[in-house]
Protein backbone atom coordinates (compact mmCIF):
# COMPACT_ATOMS: atom_id res chain seq x y z
CA UNK A 1 0.00 0.00 0.00
CA UNK A 2 1.11 3.45 -0.83
CA UNK A 3 1.45 6.10 1.74
CA UNK A 4 -1.17 8.37 2.22
CA UNK A 5 -1.31 11.45 2.69
CA UNK A 6 -2.71 13.74 6.30
CA UNK A 7 -5.17 15.58 4.67
CA UNK A 8 -6.33 12.28 2.72
CA UNK A 9 -5.98 10.76 6.26
CA UNK A 10 -8.41 13.23 7.62
CA UNK A 11 -10.68 13.16 4.83
CA UNK A 12 -11.07 9.87 5.02
CA UNK A 13 -11.85 10.01 9.25
CA UNK A 14 -14.39 12.30 8.45
CA UNK A 15 -15.90 9.92 5.64
CA UNK A 16 -17.17 7.32 8.59
CA UNK A 17 -20.31 7.25 10.59
CA UNK A 18 -20.18 6.46 14.17
CA UNK A 19 -20.38 3.01 13.40
CA UNK A 20 -17.72 2.95 11.46
CA UNK A 21 -19.66 2.93 7.87
CA UNK A 22 -18.56 4.95 4.97
CA UNK A 23 -19.88 7.86 4.18
CA UNK A 24 -19.11 10.74 2.31
CA UNK A 25 -18.92 13.83 3.21
CA UNK A 26 -18.05 15.87 0.35
CA UNK A 27 -20.07 18.65 -0.66
CA UNK A 28 -22.00 17.97 -4.08
CA UNK A 29 -23.66 19.70 -6.83
CA UNK A 30 -27.11 19.69 -7.50
CA UNK A 31 -26.51 16.96 -10.10
CA UNK A 32 -24.85 14.79 -6.73
CA UNK A 33 -21.11 15.12 -8.24
CA UNK A 34 -19.07 15.64 -5.70
CA UNK A 35 -17.32 18.77 -5.04
CA UNK A 36 -14.09 19.98 -3.31
CA UNK A 37 -13.96 19.43 0.24
CA UNK A 38 -14.60 22.96 1.61
CA UNK A 39 -16.71 23.72 -1.79
CA UNK A 40 -19.80 25.20 -1.46
CA UNK A 41 -22.54 22.43 -2.62
CA UNK A 42 -26.35 21.54 -2.68
CA UNK A 43 -27.89 20.25 0.77
CA UNK A 44 -27.79 16.95 0.52
CA UNK A 45 -30.85 14.87 1.74
CA UNK A 46 -30.34 13.13 5.15
CA UNK A 47 -29.92 9.30 4.87
CA UNK A 48 -32.49 7.07 6.16
CA UNK A 49 -35.30 9.13 6.56
CA UNK A 50 -38.92 7.07 6.92
CA UNK A 51 -41.76 9.34 5.17
CA UNK A 52 -45.19 8.35 4.60
CA UNK A 53 -45.28 7.71 0.49
CA UNK A 54 -47.47 10.91 0.05
CA UNK A 55 -44.03 12.13 1.77
CA UNK A 56 -42.09 10.74 -0.28
CA UNK A 57 -43.50 11.50 -3.64
CA UNK A 58 -44.05 15.38 -2.46
CA UNK A 59 -40.64 15.56 -1.83
CA UNK A 60 -39.34 13.92 -4.42
CA UNK A 61 -41.72 15.98 -6.88
CA UNK A 62 -40.05 18.91 -5.39
CA UNK A 63 -36.76 17.77 -5.67
CA UNK A 64 -37.51 16.93 -9.76
CA UNK A 65 -38.69 20.57 -10.12
CA UNK A 66 -35.66 21.93 -9.27
CA UNK A 67 -33.55 20.00 -11.02
CA UNK A 68 -31.87 17.59 -8.35
CA UNK A 69 -32.86 14.29 -9.37
CA UNK A 70 -29.73 12.67 -7.39
CA UNK A 71 -31.39 13.87 -4.52
CA UNK A 72 -34.86 12.95 -5.33
CA UNK A 73 -33.26 9.35 -5.84
CA UNK A 74 -32.22 9.64 -1.89
CA UNK A 75 -35.02 9.96 -1.17
CA UNK A 76 -36.79 7.39 -2.96
CA UNK A 77 -33.90 4.96 -1.80
CA UNK A 78 -35.09 5.62 1.59
CA UNK A 79 -38.61 4.55 0.56
CA UNK A 80 -36.93 1.43 -0.93
CA UNK A 81 -34.96 0.52 2.36
CA UNK A 82 -37.93 1.61 4.90
CA UNK A 83 -41.09 0.71 2.84
CA UNK A 84 -43.18 -2.56 3.09
CA UNK A 85 -41.35 -5.58 0.98
CA UNK A 86 -44.16 -5.46 -1.24
CA UNK A 87 -43.54 -1.69 -2.26
CA UNK A 88 -39.95 -1.93 -2.54
CA UNK A 89 -40.01 -2.78 -6.10
CA UNK A 90 -41.76 0.49 -7.14
CA UNK A 91 -39.43 2.44 -4.72
CA UNK A 92 -36.69 1.32 -6.57
CA UNK A 93 -37.97 1.42 -9.82
CA UNK A 94 -38.29 5.17 -9.24
CA UNK A 95 -35.17 5.64 -7.68
CA UNK A 96 -33.80 4.02 -11.40
CA UNK A 97 -35.67 6.64 -13.06
CA UNK A 98 -34.36 9.43 -10.91
CA UNK A 99 -30.64 8.26 -11.30
CA UNK A 100 -31.11 8.01 -15.03
CA UNK A 101 -32.60 11.41 -15.53
CA UNK A 102 -28.74 12.27 -12.98
CA UNK A 103 -27.05 10.20 -16.26
CA UNK A 104 -28.83 12.17 -18.89
CA UNK A 105 -28.10 15.40 -17.45
CA UNK A 106 -24.41 14.80 -16.60
CA UNK A 107 -24.05 13.59 -20.60
CA UNK A 108 -24.02 9.70 -19.76
CA UNK A 109 -25.88 9.19 -22.91
CA UNK A 110 -25.66 4.87 -22.19
CA UNK A 111 -26.24 5.26 -18.94
CA UNK A 112 -28.62 7.20 -18.42
CA UNK A 113 -30.74 5.97 -21.11
CA UNK A 114 -29.69 2.01 -19.73
CA UNK A 115 -31.55 3.04 -16.22
CA UNK A 116 -34.68 5.29 -18.04
CA UNK A 117 -35.56 1.78 -19.51
CA UNK A 118 -34.92 -0.27 -16.60
CA UNK A 119 -35.98 2.13 -13.76
CA UNK A 120 -40.02 2.30 -17.06
CA UNK A 121 -39.98 -1.46 -16.80
CA UNK A 122 -39.24 -1.63 -12.57
CA UNK A 123 -42.26 0.77 -12.24
CA UNK A 124 -44.49 -1.01 -14.89
CA UNK A 125 -43.60 -4.45 -13.58
CA UNK A 126 -44.62 -3.23 -10.12
CA UNK A 127 -48.12 -1.73 -11.22
CA UNK A 128 -48.79 -5.03 -13.11
CA UNK A 129 -48.59 -6.89 -9.44
CA UNK A 130 -50.09 -4.10 -7.31
CA UNK A 131 -53.42 -3.17 -6.57
CA UNK A 132 -54.07 0.31 -8.38
CA UNK A 133 -55.48 1.68 -5.46
CA UNK A 134 -51.90 1.57 -3.69
CA UNK A 135 -49.89 3.57 -6.46
CA UNK A 136 -49.79 6.66 -4.27
CA UNK A 137 -51.47 8.92 -6.92
CA UNK A 138 -48.38 7.73 -9.27
CA UNK A 139 -49.12 7.00 -12.65
CA UNK A 140 -46.85 4.33 -13.59
CA UNK A 141 -47.54 3.78 -17.59
CA UNK A 142 -47.44 7.65 -17.56
CA UNK A 143 -43.91 7.57 -16.20
CA UNK A 144 -42.56 4.74 -17.98
CA UNK A 145 -43.91 6.87 -21.32
CA UNK A 146 -41.86 9.62 -20.09
CA UNK A 147 -38.58 7.29 -19.39
CA UNK A 148 -38.41 5.85 -22.58
CA UNK A 149 -39.57 8.86 -24.42
CA UNK A 150 -36.24 10.82 -22.79
CA UNK A 151 -34.20 7.55 -23.25
CA UNK A 152 -34.57 7.90 -27.00
CA UNK A 153 -34.12 11.36 -26.82
CA UNK A 154 -31.05 11.16 -24.96
CA UNK A 155 -29.65 8.31 -27.45
CA UNK A 156 -30.77 10.46 -30.46
CA UNK A 157 -29.19 13.75 -29.06
CA UNK A 158 -26.08 12.40 -27.71
CA UNK A 159 -26.07 15.48 -25.03
CA UNK A 160 -27.23 16.18 -21.72
CA UNK A 161 -30.66 17.57 -21.06
CA UNK A 162 -31.66 19.91 -18.60
CA UNK A 163 -32.80 17.95 -15.57
CA UNK A 164 -35.38 20.66 -14.39
CA UNK A 165 -36.95 21.14 -17.75
CA UNK A 166 -37.23 17.64 -18.65
CA UNK A 167 -38.32 16.32 -14.66
CA UNK A 168 -41.36 14.18 -14.92
CA UNK A 169 -44.38 14.23 -13.06
CA UNK A 170 -44.95 11.88 -10.83
CA UNK A 171 -48.51 12.09 -10.51
CA UNK A 172 -50.79 12.40 -13.83
CA UNK A 173 -49.04 12.65 -17.09
CA UNK A 174 -45.06 13.38 -17.41
Do not use: C, I
Request: hydrophobic share 40%.
Amino acid sequence: MGSTSPERGQAAARDRDAEGRARNARPRDGLGRPLPYGADGVARQPEGVVRTPAETVAEAQELLDAGKPFHAHEVFEDAWKSGPEDERALWRGLAQLAVGLTHAARGNVTGGARLLRRGAGAVEEWAARARMERTHGLDPAALAVWARELADDVERDGRPVDARERAPRLRGAA
